[in-house]
């Protein structure tokens, strides 16, 4: 696995060798992703250029840290940007045509702020206690209380959904603590 700064700056300087090996190493994923949450191949390749787009563009400005790998901050970016161009199809007007109704540009920089909001999260995430991990991944991933209650031992479904709302609210502070918070929350 290459060091993350190994593909930010082959971004930064157009080092074409480097990025066909970027290619080679993540496109089959955000493909492979695409085609099973309602993409195609031309939207794979869509989205993973507006993500190197992004990640650049960003990069230039602001030299920022990626804590995990470069291979899963991109793909995390290539999910968002799906996720917002999915939500946008909702919006477009079809009359023998689609129009979308939000300039690309403005796309662009709602996504990077919608990263930067992520990135936020998934910081305080880390530096909450591990249950409260446990408890909010099963339920961000939409699992039933009866089966918290079974795998974590609670004593009840009302405990569960206690901790949830503790753990959530735990969460939420550290966010709104964070410096970052000001300049995310509005948009």
């Keep these: ?3 993350n700064s190994y593909y930010l700056e082959a971004l930064i300087n157009r080092d074409s060798r480097k990025i066909k090996k ?5 496109f ?5 992703f695409l085609l099973m949450n309602k993409g195609t191949s031309y939207d794979a390749e869509d989205i993973f250029q507006k993500a190197l787009l992004q990640i650049t563009v ?3 400005k602001e030299r920022f840290v990626i804590k995990s790998s470069f291979e899963g901050y991109l793909f995390t970016v290539c999910r968002n940007l799906w996720r917002r161009e999915l939500n946008a199809n909702k919006k477009w007007v079809t009359d023998n045509e689609v129009i979308a109704l939000n300039e690309e540009e403005f796309d662009l920089a709602t996504a990077l702020v919608e990263q930067k909001r992520w990135e936020l999260f998934a910081e305080a995430l880390e530096v909450i206690s591990e249950n409260c991990k446990k408890v909010l991944k099963m339920f961000f991933n939409r699992i039933p209380y009866a089966r918290m209650v079974e795998e974590l031992g609670y004593n009840s479904e009302t405990v569960a959904r206690q901790r949830v709302f503790k753990c959530k609210a735990k969460l939420t502070q550290l966010i709104k603590k964070d410096k970052r918070y000001e300049s995310l929350k509005e948009l």
Excluded: G
């Design 1 to 3: 696995m290459k060091d």
């Design 22 to 26: 970027l290619y080679e190493e993540c």
């Design 28 to 32: 089959p994923k955000v493909e492979r």
């Design 58 to 60: 960003r990069y230039q």
